[in-house]
C-alpha cells in the first residue's frame, strides 16, 4: 500500500518570503498522480496544485510551484511570496492512475503560518 | 455552480444516536467518497463509491454505513454512534477513476460524539 510522509507537522514564514513544504511518498508503481490541498481555518479542502507522473515539467500554478523527484518520491510544494491567506493546513496527496479502490492516500499535514 | 453540498455542518450525538449525513454533488461525477479527519493523521477514507450502484470499504469503515442513492447523493450513516467517531467528515467526488482527476470536497461536518 502506499503511504505519504509529511515530516514538518508545522512551519512559519515571513510575509513575502518563500516557504517549501516537504513530502515524501511510498509506492512500486510507475503510473500515479500527486497534489497538495490547502484547508484554511474556514475548513473548505481546496486544490492548490497537480502533478502528473509521467510528466518531467514540475507544475505551476501562479505563486505555488512543486519540485518533483520521481526517483526521489519526493513532492515539496514551494510558495513565493507568501501572503497572510496562504496560512493553512496543507495535506499532500497520492493518487494510484490505476489501483481500484482506496487510490487517494493523504499525508498527515503541514500547519503553516504567515508572519506580518 | 454549487459543487459538493454537505449537511449538517455541525452536529452533537449522545452515545447510541444514530444520524446521517448528506452529499450531493451537481458535477455530474461518477465517483463519489466519503473520509474522516482526524489531528496528526490527514484524511482516511471510509466508504467510497466508483459509480451508481457500487460502494466498497475504505480504510476505516466499521461503524458506517453509506448509500449511493443516485449518481449525485452518497449519503453516510452512523447506526450507534461512538465517541471515537468525533471527527470532521468529508464528503468528495471526483471525476474519472483511474485517470488522476482530483477530489471536489464539501465543507465538511464536525461530529462531536458525547
Known amino acids: 500500500a502506499q503511504t505519504v510522509t509529511q515530516s514538518q507537522p508545522e512551519m512559519s514564514v515571513q510575509e513575502a518570503e518563500t516557504v517549501t513544504l516537504s513530502c515524501t511518498y511510498d509506492t512500486s508503481e510507475s503510473d500515479y498522480y500527486l497534489f497538495w490541498y490547502k484547508q484554511p481555518p474556514s475548513r473548505q479542502m481546496i486544490l492548490v496544485i497537480r502533478q502528473e507522473a509521467y510528466k518531467q515539467q514540475n507544475a505551476t500554478e501562479n505563486r505555488f510551484s512543486v519540485n518533483f523527484q520521481k526517483a526521489a518520491k519526493s513532492f515539496s510544494l514551494k510558495i513565493s511570496d507568501s501572503q497572510l491567506g496562504d496560512a493553512a493546513m496543507y495535506f499532500c496527496?497520492?493518487?494510484?492512475?490505476?489501483?481500484?479502490?482506496?487510490?487517494?492516500?493523504f499525508g498527515p499535514g503541514t500547519r503553516l503560518s504567515v508572519l506580518p | 455552480n454549487a459543487g459538493v453540498t454537505q449537511t449538517p455542518k455541525f452536529q452533537v450525538l449522545k452515545t447510541g444516536q444514530s444520524m446521517t449525513l448528506q452529499c450531493a454533488q451537481d458535477m455530474n461525477h461518477n465517483s463519489m467518497y466519503w473520509y474522516r479527519q482526524d489531528p496528526g493523521m490527514g484524511l482516511r477514507l471510509i466508504y467510497y463509491?466508483?459509480?451508481?450502484?457500487t460502494t466498497d470499504k475504505g480504510e476505516v469503515p466499521n461503524g458506517y454505513n453509506v448509500s449511493r442513492l443516485n449518481k449525485r447523493e452518497f449519503s453516510l450513516r452512523l447506526e450507534s454512534a461512538a465517541p471515537s467517531q468525533t471527527s470532521v467528515y468529508f464528503c468528495?467526488?471526483?471525476?474519472?477513476w483511474g485517470r488522476g482527476s482530483p477530489l471536489h470536497f464539501g465543507n465538511g461536518t464536525r461530529l462531536t460524539v458525547t
Open positions: 463509491s466508483a459509480s451508481e450502484g
Open positions: 468528495a467526488s471526483s471525476e474519472e
Open positions: 496527496a497520492y493518487r494510484s492512475a490505476w489501483e481500484d479502490g482506496q487510490n487517494f492516500v
